[in-house]
């Protein structure tokens, strides 16, 4: 059973920007952290931003002033707003979630690829 299911990415030139989303299942219980992590070819899978309730986002350097990350709780769904992409931000991004319980989870990745 698909538990995050992500959508947004796609192909763009530099400069422009993207939105990403997750929708969790109704079947996790007890979120308290939803993020996102990218992986570029070659490269190990870094954060990208996280965000606790819908009040405290915390940003990789790399994404600080050019992304930002908020949260529908009533949705289960958590969104990352890029903006004025470079070709460094191409990457698998991948939807992260944790639970009161200790319980992470991972979505499928949506492929974001920068480039003119």
């Known amino acids: 059973q698909v538990q995050l299911v992500e959508s947004g990415g796609g192909l763009v030139q530099p400069g422009g920007s993207l939105r990403l989303s997750c929708a969790a299942s109704?079947?996790?219980?007890?979120?308290?952290?939803m993020g996102w992590y990218r992986q570029a070819p070659g490269k190990e899978r870094e954060l990208v931003a996280t965000?606790?309730?819908?009040?405290?986002?915390f940003y990789a350097d790399s994404a600080k002033g050019r992304f930002t990350i908020s949260r529908d709780n009533a949705k289960n769904t958590v969104y990352l707003q890029m903006n004025s992409l470079k070709p460094e931000d191409t990457a698998i991004y991948y939807c992260?979630?944790?639970?009161?319980?200790?319980?992470?989870?991972w979505g499928q990745g949506t492929q974001v690829t920068v480039s003119s």
């Open positions: 992260y979630v944790n639970t009161i319980f200790s319980e992470n989870y």
């Open positions: 109704t079947t996790i219980f007890g979120i308290k952290v």
């Open positions: 965000i606790r309730g819908t009040t405290s986002p």
